[in-house]
């Protein structure tokens, strides 16, 4: 059974914004898409909990602009109490990204819970692509954000931009941990699907745009995988 297979789409935006977690609370955004975001963009267009998403590289085709922006936010998250919005709004700057576009290349990587091989998924991720099919918004760092997707074509070209980026945020790691209740996620593993409880843990590593293309390192993955005590199938 074939335990990996290769996928990628071109994404674009009027805007984005995919947040620098060391400034805490002004959001600013990374000059390009992170790992992360990338995953989700791909997880919107077709996900299941056979297989998972690695992304391998991301190209520049619109490195875009900066635009400052003042908006309303919460200054709580949202619980099972109603919030009132009058006692919770809290005005905050955010420097954010305009006409953006990528080109995001990735694997699928099965599962232990698999029972097809990865090119099947492979080619109903493209299908969908081309239909334009998607279970909900796929959107470019925030949800308010939207963005819009297409197969590459053959007009598509990787800017050739060049820049030292430094630590970016690869992925989040969701570790069950009975001791540690700060959040509660879904856990897919051989078992099935279930509820735990746990806390989330950022993974970085050094980025570096070279003639456009931000390369994404495999072993971070395997770190990932190390913390969630899950292990995907993987041939190298």
């Known amino acids: 059974m074939q335990r990996q297979a290769k996928v990628q789409v071109k994404v674009w935006g009027e805007y984005a914004c995919f947040t620098r977690p060391e400034f805490k609370v002004e959001r600013i955004s990374y000059p390009v898409m992170t790992p992360s975001a990338a ?5 919107a267009i077709f996900w299941k909990p056979e297989f998972r998403y690695e ?11 900066q635009q400052a922006i003042l908006r309303n936010e919460l200054k709580s998250k949202q619980g099972k109490k109603p919030i ?11 420097l954010i990204l305009k006409n953006v576009a990528y080109w995001i290349v990735a694997d699928i990587i099965l599962t232990n819970r698999a029972v097809d091989p ?11 692509v081309e239909r334009g099919q998607c ?3 796929p959107y470019l760092g925030t949800r308010e954000f939207a963005a819009y997707f297409s197969s590459i074509g053959e007009d598509d070209v990787v800017q050739p931009v060049n820049m030292d980026i430094g630590t970016m945020l690869l992925d989040f790691a969701f570790i069950e941990d009975g001791s540690r209740k700060e959040m509660e996620f879904f856990r897919h593993d051989e078992t099935g699907t279930r509820t735990v409880a746990g806390f989330a843990k950022p993974i970085f590593f050094e980025a570096k745009v070279e003639n ?14 190390a913390l969630e005590g899950q292990d995907a199938l993987r041939v190298d």
């Open 135 to 137: 279970h909900h918004t």
């Open 84 to 94: 009132l919005i009058e006692n919770d709004r809290a005005q905050r700057t955010s």
């Open 212 to 225: 456009g293309w931000l390369y994404i390192p495999t072993q971070k993955y395997q770190q990932l995988y």
């Open 55 to 65: 992304i391998r590289q991301i190209g520049i085709l619109s490195l875009g602009g």
């Open 39 to 43: 995953r989700g963009i791909l997880e």
């Open 118 to 128: 990865a090119a099947k998924y492979r080619d109903q991720f493209n299908r969908r």
